[in-house]
T-cell receptor, first 114, second 114 residues
Framework: AQSVTQLDSHVSVSEGTPVLLRCNYSSSYSPSLFWYVQHPNKGLQLLLKYTSAATLVKGINGFEAEFKKSETSFHLTKPSAHMSDAAEYFCVVSGMDSSYKLIFGSGTRLLVRP | NAGVTQTPKFRVLKTGQSMTLLCAQDMNHEYMYWYRQDPGMGLRLIHYSVGEGTTAKGEVPDGYNVSRLKKQNFLLGLESAAPSQTSVYFC?????????????FGPGTRLLVL
């Protein structure tokens, strides 16, 4: 069975400083991993996805994530936060034994201070 | 392209009333999904469909029914609404299996059951 844990419910950074959102996963199979972003009162939008290709995945808006199998982690990073990055971020896992289903983490709310 | 649209955007129901949420997609996707999102939790899958005329139960199907009579539409029904069904409902669609393909989300329907 798959599961995903987002280690921080809230992260607060200053504009222009790095962003780190942490995600650990558990999967019996080689997982596909995703990061989705949800801006206030909006639907979810895909930031990036890992599907067993390169372990460093680049996404939209300058975000990237690194798949580390030994640490079962898939942390999301960005070198310099922008005010428009303030949103809720979801780490998501899917595995071969539940291919129709995505398992969502509980979300991390990113606050960006001016 | 409109992508994934949901109707209505907001609804208030009394306990015991029924309603139908409509999801439409114009991307010719085979797979469609209904999720609910509750505070402090990620999205949870209610029902999904792998093609026209097919539906299947997800993680939290009790109290809901669905139909996929046309490929582009996926309806979620509440026969007798309960306060526990107060939530934000998201529809999504994808070209292929969720584990490999990007899911595209609608803007959500906010439902309040009194």
């Amino acid at each position: 069975a798959q599961s995903v844990t987002q280690l921080d419910s809230h992260v607060s950074v200053s504009e222009g400083t790095p962003v780190l959102l942490r995600c650990n996963y558990s999967s019996s199979y080689s997982p596909s991993l995703f990061w989705y972003v949800q801006h206030p009162n909006k639907g979810l939008q895909l930031l990036l996805k890992y599907t067993s290709a390169a372990t460093l995945v680049k996404g939209i808006n300058g975000f990237e994530a690194e798949f580390k199998k030994s640490e079962t982690s898939f942390h999301l990073t960005k070198p310099s936060a922008h005010m428009s990055d303030a949103a809720e971020y979801f780490c998501v896992v899917s595995g071969m034994d539940s291919s129709y289903k995505l398992i969502f983490g509980s979300g991390t709310r990113l606050l960006v201070r001016p | 392209n409109a992508g994934v649209t949901q109707t209505p955007k907001f609804r208030v129901l009394k306990t015991g009333q029924s309603m139908t949420l409509l999801c439409a997609q114009d991307m010719n996707h085979e797979y469609m999904y209904w999720y609910r999102q509750d505070p402090g939790m990620g999205l949870r899958l209610i029902h999904y469909s792998v093609g026209e005329g097919t539906t299947a139960k997800g993680e939290v199907p009790d109290g809901y029914n669905v139909s996929r009579l046309k490929k582009q539409n996926f309806l979620l029904g509440l026969e007798s609404a309960a306060p526990s069904q107060t939530s934000v409902y998201f529809c999504a669609s994808s070209y292929g299996l969720a584990g490999a393909e990007t899911q595209y989300f609608g803007p959500g329907t906010r439902l309040l059951v009194l």
